[in-house]
Structure formats: C-alpha cells, structure tokens
C-alpha cells in the first residue's frame, strides 16, 4: 500500500516544521498553523491531495501531542528525547476523526473515501454511536477499530462486596481476601524465542528479502505476546469486576518504578498499567467502581493494628512485633490498601482494622 508511504512522508513535513519552529526559533508553531500548511501543501502535491483531509489532519494532530509533551518534558527539566521521525515501516495506523466522513460501514463493509470499499471480517458487532475511525497496520493484516460514544451499559446486579489488590512482582496481583493470581510470564518464556528471530534478523543482509522475512516473524511473534497478555488482564479484570462492587488498588507510579533496573522486566512483564486502564473502563460499564489509592507505606503497615513494619522486597511475611500478625506480605498489603481506600472514601473500615500508629496515637490523646 503507497498510503502507508504517502502517510509516512506527510509526517514527516510536519514533524521537520516542529523541528525547525524549536531549533531555530525555540518556538512551537500550533495545530491551526500546520493544518493550514495542509490545505497548502495538498494544493501542490498530489500524493497529499490523494487522502482524505482528516487523515492528515490527524497525523499533525499526533505530531503536535508529541510536541506538546516533548516541551512538557523540557520545562518540568526532564531529559527529554526530541521527537524522531517515524519511517514507513513504523508508522502503522491512520484515522479518520470523523465517522461518516470519509468513512464508515456499509452493508457489512467498510467505505474508505479514496481507497474504496473493504471487506471486513467483524470480531464483534458495533455499539454505540462510532465517532472515529482507526486503520491499523499489525504484524498480520490490517485491523479497523472505532472509537464510540453513547455505548449501552450493563450495570451488573451488587454483590455486597469490596475488594484491595496488590499487584505485585511475585504475584501478578494477591486480593485482600488471600487469592494468589500468578504473574503471566509469557513474554520471559517467550524472550528465548523473540532473541532467536531477533538475531536471525540481524544475521541477515540489510536490505535483502531475507531479512524482510525475518522482521515480518519477529512482529508476529511479538504480536502474539502482546495479545496473550491483554487477553489475560481482560478476564482477570472481567473476575474482580463480577464479583466486587468497588475495587481498590495502589495508584502506581509505574513510571517511577521502571526507572529501577531491578524490578523493570517484571513490571513491563506484568503490564500493570495496561491492566488498570482495563480495568477501570470495565468497571465503569459495569457500574462499578475501582479507586487508587495513595501507596505510601502500604507494603509496610499492618493491616491488623496499623503498626510499621519496615521491610525490604526480598521479605515476604509480615510478621507483626505490636500485635503479632503473620501474614504473606502481598496478603497484608491489599488489605491494608483497602483499608486506606475505604477510609478515603468514608466507608467504615473492615473489621478488625485500625489506623496507622502515628494517627491512633493522635486521635486517643485529643481528650
Ligand atoms: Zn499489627
């Protein structure tokens, strides 16, 4: 497809203006500007007038996000990458901002404007009111997803019951009430076989068939990985959402966390950030409800008498000194974050919980 090309290049122009606005100026030029740049550049070159408005327009509405949070990144005095370009064989997704114009379905079938109508094989019927349309490049094929408003909900019936979780690294996430769900570790036992295509790749002459052959298998082999995980977070997110009205768990700095060399293959392993981004729309549809709580101390203080029990990663039982719980310290940290969350939300606390020291001392020393 010359679209992926013509796309590629249309990125490119607009990413080189970004480029020249900072470097020389240190300026960025705005979305109106570049889109206006747009309507000019088609009127010259062919090949942009050959696409539909909206999909170039969303392409410098990507470039501009990316800019907007590279200067993010220099002001807050972070080391900040300066957005590259992106070449054909990466850029693998196109949109249309607007359902209707210059896309939709029609008897079944997809009817993109200058490319024509295409059969579509649907994983599922639409819902909804589509609002966008995305045209998306993977390893096997080409996927379109829509983005809707207005999707139906299906509030399940309330069970009575809240749940904390703590998501580990030993565990994938251990429930306050004891339940161990194990870390997936497809991408570790997959990792022999993505180093054997990664260096069969490289073992191959650039720019040779050869090699395209190889690239195109590692992607595939990639793309399996990636949709083992997200069908795995999809149905443990689906179990803690059918059985708990209100979900509680550590508002993750993941960010942060990466940073640590140690602990950043299992936690990109895990894909915490990706489960909670699942979960939370889930919940919303389910009409339930799922909170972060601050995470400060929450591996530490004991859920039975809210003591401090300072303990590093390599100890997995907390064993309480003040009132002499023992409990596996994943256990003890998802009910203590529901603890937390709780108090937060103004839910008397569970049974048999109690505030940290520091504040139990406080509160009993007001006469
Ligand atoms: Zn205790």
Redesign the pocket.
């Known amino acids: 497809m010359g679209l992926a090309a013509c796309l590629s290049s249309a990125l490119q122009a607009a990413l080189e203006q970004g480029k020249i606005a900072w470097t020389s100026h240190r300026v960025s030029i705005t979305r109106k500007q570049q889109e206006h740049e747009i309507t000019a550049m088609r009127a010259e070159m062919p090949e942009y007038a050959a696409l539909h408005v909206h999909v170039l327009q969303e392409v410098v509405t990507r470039v501009d996000r990316t800019f907007q949070r590279f200067f993010q990144r220099v002001k807050q005095g972070e080391k900040a990458g300066y957005p590259r370009f992106k070449g054909v064989n990466r850029y693998h997704s196109f949109t249309f901002k607007e359902y209707h114009n210059g896309a939709y379905v029609d008897n079944g079938s997809l009817v993109l404007s200058r490319i024509g109508r295409v059969k579509v094989i649907w994983s599922r019927p639409l819902e909804g009111t589509p609002k966008t349309v995305t045209i998306r490049r993977e390893a096997d094929g080409w996927y379109v997803s829509f983005a809707c408003a207005n999707v139906p909900c299906v509030h399940l019936e309330k069970t009575g019951k809240e749940v904390g979780i703590d998501m580990g690294l030993k565990s994938f996430l251990t429930t306050s009430e004891g339940e161990h769900v194990e870390n997936p570790r497809w991408f570790r036992a997959s990792e022999k076989k993505l180093r054997w295509h990664n260096k069969r790749v490289s073992r191959r002459k650039p720019g040779s068939k050869r090699r395209k052959k190889a690239v195109q298998d590692l992607a595939k082999v990639h793309q399996t990985v990636a949709r083992q995980r997200l069908d795995y977070q999809h149905k443990e997110a689906n179990k803690l959402i059918a059985k708990n009205d209100v979900i509680y768990h550590e508002d993750l700095e993941v960010r942060n966390m990466v940073r640590n060399r140690h602990l950043s293959k299992s936690i990109s392993d895990a894909g915490w950030g990706q489960f909670l981004t699942i979960l939370h729309h889930k919940a919303a549809r389910a009409g339930r409800e799922v909170v972060a709580v601050p995470a400060q101390y929450t591996s530490q203080d ?6 401090r ?1 300072p303990k590093s990663l390599s100890v997995r039982t907390h064993v ?6 023992v409990m596996d310290r994943d256990e003890n940290s998802a009910r203590r974050i529901k603890w937390v969350g709780q108090t937060l939300r103004g839910v008397p606390g569970m049974p048999g919980t109690q505030p940290p020291f520091g504040e139990r001392n406080r509160a009993s020393a007001v006469p």
């Open positions: 004991c859920s039975r008498c809210g003591a029990v309480c000194p003040a009132c002499g719980l």
